[in-house]
């Protein structure tokens, strides 16, 4: 296996974390898309800090949760605070890093750019940023002749250029080379060292052991269980979640 | 009637002579024309953009409108533009007809839905891609529209390349609020319709290749702006 990317830790200092945002409750949380039950009543509570992974089969509703805590769409029923606050009007204070990365048809550092003059950040910690995911030496080359996981590097340096108190994360991983998961996964694990509340969703059951500190499974657009990493791996609590980790496929 | 060699040989003959004349009337009609797109771009890029990330009312009424509009005649603009200026319209007193500044108007006017209309498609297609990652860096609607612009900055030379070349090619409207005086507002159509008029279709024919020639030139240009900007997967 390749090196993972040389990743300068603690480029970025970055201010002490509001927890004003957490804790996430959610309750009885329906969202129907086309006639089509995707979340059927999701109940979830999520603490102040940590990495929370989100796993379950595809189309147990992973992705569409994700976008409704960051506020993209609104749900059908049921209710989300983020502390006191909705998920839209707090868009502003979370990150999202999509599966396949979204960038700009810009140079690398144009990327970054884009992100820190959007929300009126300090435009100087554009070196830092993009040395802290390895990318200083592609500073002015076209984003969007990246490879997959220098793509997924500057979507994470864009997402951390906005000092996002929560960093929600959707399979960023997927169809990555090994040396690439692992130089995200420190990227995030230094983001969450600082301070940010990550939220994970994941298919990668090795990647959900090494990072996880606690496990939300969804099974048909519910929660079947929410339990500690070091219950949830050893001991789930609910078929659905046991017949997963035994590769039995469950429809 | 003379035959197309005749032309093509006329045509190289006032090219290399340099011919005043010829020259004048070139740079008349880049003038007007690119003036014209460079106007149309910057009032139908922004509407063009509002519209493709726009979700209201009538929005369908409003795409079918701007669609029409592309489809818009010459003579009919030219008409309302003359009608305008001429002395005893309401815009007369500024004496304006018959200059070149009118025959800008008329050709803007007349080619603002099409860049409208077209860079609506490149923007709502690019827009459909971006839209969540907006959304998640809450950019404003200004935001958005400017870098919505600035990302498909190469797809919209083609659009605006399909502006210039109705404008370049249009000669209704010109001839009605331009008068196609010489050496004040001649252009290369009109002059090439008051040659046809006047029965001299060989100098027609070869004002027409050189006016071939200029269009495949800036295309060929935009093409080679597109082809590098390709390579670098910005467009």
Redesign the interface.
């Known amino acids: 296996m390749p090196d993972a990317p040389a990743i300068r830790s603690g480029a970025i200092a970055l201010a002490s974390r509001s927890t004003a945002l957490l804790p996430l409750t959610v309750r009885d949380l329906v969202l129907r898309v086309d006639r089509a039950t995707v979340l059927d009543g999701v109940n979830l509570d999520l603490g102040a800090s940590g990495c929370t992974m989100i796993m379950g089969a595809n189309g147990a509703g992973k992705s569409l949760l994700l976008k409704l805590l960051h506020g993209l769409m609104p749900p059908t029923a049921g209710r989300i605070s983020w502390g006191d606050h909705a998920p839209s009007q707090v868009t502003a204070r979370q990150a999202l890093v999509f599966q396949k990365p979204v960038l700009l048809r810009r140079s690398v550092a144009a990327n970054i750019d884009f992100a820190l003059k959007a929300r009126g950040k300090d435009m100087a910690r554009r070196d830092a940023l993009l040395d802290h995911v390895g990318l200083s030496h592609k500073a002015d080359q076209p984003a969007r002749l990246l490879s997959g996981g220098e793509a997924q590097r500057l979507a994470l340096a864009r997402a951390l250029a906005t000092d996002p108190e929560v960093l929600l994360l959707d399979e960023p991983t997927a169809s990555l080379d090994p040396a690439s998961v692992l130089a995200i996964e420190r990227i995030v694990n230094e983001a969450r060292d600082r301070g940010v509340r990550i939220v994970f969703v994941t298919h990668d059951i090795g990647q959900a052991r090494r990072m996880a500190d606690d496990v939300v499974f969804l099974h048909r657009g519910r929660v079947a269980e929410h339990t500690a990493a070091d219950t949830f791996f050893p001991e789930p609590q609910s078929d659905a979640a046991r017949n997963y980790l035994h590769g039995t496929i469950v429809v | 009637m003379q035959s197309m060699g005749e032309a093509l040989g006329l045509a190289v003959g006032l090219v290399l002579s340099g011919d005043a004349d010829l020259l004048e009337i070139v740079l008349l009609s880049l003038r007007v024309s690119l003036t014209a797109t460079a106007i149309a771009c910057l009032v139908g890029l922004p509407i063009g953009a509002l519209v493709a990330i726009g979700r209201f009312r009538g929005r369908n009424a409003v795409l079918i409108l701007m669609n029409a509009l592309m489809g818009l005649p010459p003579v009919v603009v030219g008409l309302l533009v003359y009608l305008y200026l001429s002395r005893s319209g309401p815009l007369g007193f500024l004496g304006l007809l018959y200059t070149p500044t009118a025959m800008i108007i008329a050709q803007a006017i007349l080619i603002t839905p099409i860049v409208a209309a077209l860079s609506r498609q490149v923007l709502e297609d690019l827009h459909a891609?971006?839209a969540?990652?907006f959304?998640?860096?809450?950019?404003t609607r200004w935001?958005t529209v400017q870098?919505l612009l600035?990302?498909a900055r190469y797809s919209l030379l083609t659009v605006g390349l399909a502006g210039f070349g109705r404008a370049v090619a249009e000669v209704g409207a010109v001839i009605i609020v331009g008068g196609n005086i010489d050496h004040l507002t001649r252009v290369m159509t009109t002059a090439i319709a008051l040659e046809t008029s006047k029965g001299d279709l060989a100098l027609a024919l070869a004002l027409g290749i050189i006016l071939l020639v200029i269009a495949l030139g800036v295309n060929a240009a935009v093409q080679a702006v597109r082809m590098t900007a390709a390579r670098?997967?910005?467009?």
């Open positions: 891609e971006y969540e990652q959304r998640s860096l809450c950019l935001q870098a600035w990302d670098q997967a910005y467009a």
